[in-house]
Nanobody, 123 residues
Framework: QVQLAESGGGLVQAGDSLRLSCTAS????????MAWFRQAPGKEREFVAA????????LYADSVKGRFTISRDKSKNTVFLQMNGLKTEDTAVYYC????????????????WGQGTQVTVSS
């Protein structure tokens, strides 16, 4: 099993930056991909970004490309999401996720999930 714990959420103003962290524990050697998803009130959980655990290949949703950057520090079993130029539409609960199979944007492909961290962007 793998446990994921997010941190770094908060209340910011439009245009500000925020960095989320996700630390993995447990059987981390089995992980292939780490990702961030988000869920706004009344909406489906959507893909934000992903990174290969063993490399540096990344994947982004079009809505965040150029503003958000995903990175990882394997020595600390931690993945980061640097969010710049935040917009009110980025307001959501952000979830860290991990899978043991494939690089994917699909929620169902992910085996492990964190509890989520709230990001609120005010205008």
């Amino acid at each position: 099993q793998v446990q994921l714990a997010e941190s770094g959420g908060g209340l910011v103003q439009a245009g500000d930056s925020l960095r989320l962290s996700c630390t993995a524990s447990g059987r981390t050697f089995s992980l292939v991909v780490m990702a961030w998803f988000r869920q706004a009130p009344g909406k489906e959980r959507e893909f934000v970004a992903a990174i290969r655990w063993g490399g540096s290949t990344t994947l982004y949703a079009d809505s965040v490309k150029g503003r958000f950057t995903i990175s990882r520090d394997k020595s600390k079993n931690t993945v980061f999401l640097q969010m710049n130029g935040l917009k009110t539409e980025d307001t959501a609960v952000y979830y860290c996720a991990a899978n043991r199979r494939a690089f994917s944007r699909v929620r169902a492909e992910y085996d492990y999930w964190g509890q989520g961290t709230q990001v609120t962007v005010s205008s």
